[in-house]
């Protein structure tokens, strides 16, 4: 007999055999007496020996496990190893729930992991963000209580989560949020959201392109379809109103030309592969240039001004520099009023170069001042489009300055002017250009 038995069956036939030799010799009584006492000794050994178990299992976590004897040794020590078992699987569970929540807490989306009755059990730093959560006050507590909008009850209450839901932000109404919801163990559910207000944006932006171009190309191909038309069904005409036709048509197919320059020039500017063509940029000669072409733009119908001109040159792009200066020269001009004052000035300020526009236009509201470097945003659609520019002119601005580490800088005043400022970081500045090698 092996295994379990064997221990306790040898044991009690050494206590018969003791017994019965016993009552061999002093009679049959004292054998049995013998015997009895010997398993009532055995029966207190495992009476004591359960106390201890039942002492340690009332507070396992208050010690070691108790030492045993006899066949309780065993018992006591197949105990501690399945108890060394069960620590070692509940560190791994509990390391492995740790790399979980910390893999969710650094996930950018939110998530909130809802019970079958829709509360609260656990939810990640993004979520509480964004949904004005604290888990500490919230957990337990109906997902429907903290986030009420119509649309998310419904969402909610629908059980059909295939598509995610686009909602406001709780938070934050100028952020838009898309929630899914995705079902999970035993009627448990996931609320994952993700913060798409940048996404959208890019959309509208692109939709607002397209619509733009479309609307740019369309009129001045309407006006030359339109001449044309005329043209032909006068048949003869005299050469005055003729040369007038042709001029107009040619005013509409540069108004073309140039936004399809802009485009290809933004196109250029964007594109991944683009290097950078750097050159010594002597600004003293590029500042005569600009402030002789701001006067032929103006054509005498404004007072343009060359202010201060530092000597320090520049590294960079000549013709990007250029195109980029000379975009807020003609900005400046065009909406400013005739008899108006423009100032162009290169200096050097807290070790940058600064390049600036000042005028005494128009001026524009604070609240258009962050998007006028958006493709064709228009603070006056109706006035930029009688002024013939494209509307791409301050985005080349931006794009030209950021591959030069720049930054444009815009104050302004509604009904005074403003003043535009291309800022150039100091590792960027050279010394002078020499007069004989100007």
């Known amino acids: 007999?092996?295994?379990?038995?064997?221990?306790?069956?040898?044991?009690?036939?050494?206590?018969?055999?003791?017994?019965?030799?016993?009552?061999?010799?002093?009679g049959a009584a004292i054998g049995w007496a013998t015997f009895c006492g010997v398993l009532l000794a055995l029966y207190l050994l495992h009476l004591w020996n359960l106390r201890s178990l039942d002492r340690w299992l009332?507070?396992?976590?208050?010690?070691?496990?108790?030492?045993?004897?006899?066949?309780?040794?065993?018992?006591?020590?197949?105990?501690?190893?399945?108890?060394?078992l069960q620590s070692r699987s509940?560190?791994?569970?509990?390391?492995?729930?740790?790399?979980?929540?910390?893999?969710?807490?650094?996930?950018?989306d939110g998530v909130v992991v809802l019970s079958g009755q829709d509360e609260i059990d656990w939810a990640n730093p993004m979520a509480e963000r964004q949904f004005d959560l604290d888990l500490a006050r919230d957990r337990g507590r109906q997902i429907t209580y903290l986030l009420r909008q119509p649309a998310f009850v419904a969402y909610l209450g629908a059980h059909s989560y295939s598509e995610p839901l686009v909602m406001k932000c709780p938070r934050n109404r100028d952020n838009t949020l898309s929630v899914q919801l995705v079902p999970f163990g035993d009627d448990q559910k996931l609320l994952i959201s993700r913060d798409i207000t940048q996404l959208e944006r890019v959309d509208t932006m692109r939709r607002d392109f397209i619509a733009n171009v479309s609307h740019e190309l369309r009129t001045p191909l309407t006006v030359v379809g339109g001449f044309l038309e005329?043209?032909?069904?006068?048949?003869?005409?005299?050469?005055?109103?003729?040369?007038?036709?042709?001029?107009?048509?040619?005013?509409?197919?540069?108004?073309?030309?140039?936004?399809?320059?802009?485009?290809?020039?933004?196109?250029?500017?964007?594109?991944?592969?683009?290097?950078?063509?750097e050159e010594r940029v002597d600004m003293v000669r590029l500042m005569g240039l600009l402030h002789a072409e701001a006067l032929s733009l103006s054509g005498g119908r404004h007072q343009v001004v060359l202010g201060a001109v530092a000597e320090a040159g520049l590294t960079g792009c000549e013709s990007e520099l250029h195109s980029a200066f000379g975009n807020l020269i003609s900005n400046a001009v065009r909406?400013?009023?005739?008899?108006?004052?423009?100032?162009?000035?290169?200096?050097?300020?807290?070790?940058?170069?600064?390049?600036?526009?000042?005028?005494?236009?128009?001026?524009?509201?604070?609240q258009h001042i962050p998007r006028l470097t958006e493709r064709f945003y228009?603070?006056?659609?109706?006035?930029?489009?009688?002024?013939?520019?494209?509307?791409?002119?301050?985005?080349?601005?931006?794009?030209?300055?950021?591959?030069?580490?720049?930054?444009?800088?815009?104050?302004?005043?509604?009904?005074k002017g403003s003043v535009f400022r291309a800022i150039l970081p100091d590792r960027r500045l050279t010394e002078p250009v020499p007069q004989d090698a100007a």
């Open 1 to 26: 007999m092996k295994g379990f038995w064997w221990k306790p069956l040898v044991t009690l036939g050494f206590a018969a055999l003791f017994a019965a030799g016993l009552g061999l010799i002093f």
């Open 58 to 84: 009332s507070r396992p976590e208050s010690g070691t496990l108790p030492g045993g004897i006899g066949l309780w040794e065993e018992v006591f020590a197949n105990l501690y190893r399945l108890v060394r």
């Open 90 to 108: 509940q560190q791994q569970l509990v390391s492995a729930l740790d790399r979980l929540q910390n893999a969710a807490r650094a996930i950018p």
């Open 230 to 277: 005329t043209m032909i069904d006068m048949g003869e005409m005299d050469e005055d109103q003729r040369l007038d036709y042709f001029r107009l048509m040619q005013d509409q197919t540069q108004r073309m030309q140039r936004l399809v320059e802009d485009l290809l020039t933004l196109s250029r500017l964007e594109g991944p592969q683009t290097t950078l063509h």
């Open 335 to 366: 909406y400013t009023p005739e008899g108006g004052e423009i100032v162009l000035s290169w200096e050097i300020r807290n070790g940058d170069g600064v390049f600036a526009v000042r005028d005494t236009g128009e001026g524009v509201e604070p």
């Open 378 to 415: 228009r603070v006056d659609r109706s006035r930029s489009r009688e002024t013939g520019g494209t509307g791409l002119g301050l985005s080349i601005v931006k794009h030209v300055l950021t591959r030069h580490q720049g930054r444009l800088e815009v104050e302004s005043t509604l009904g």
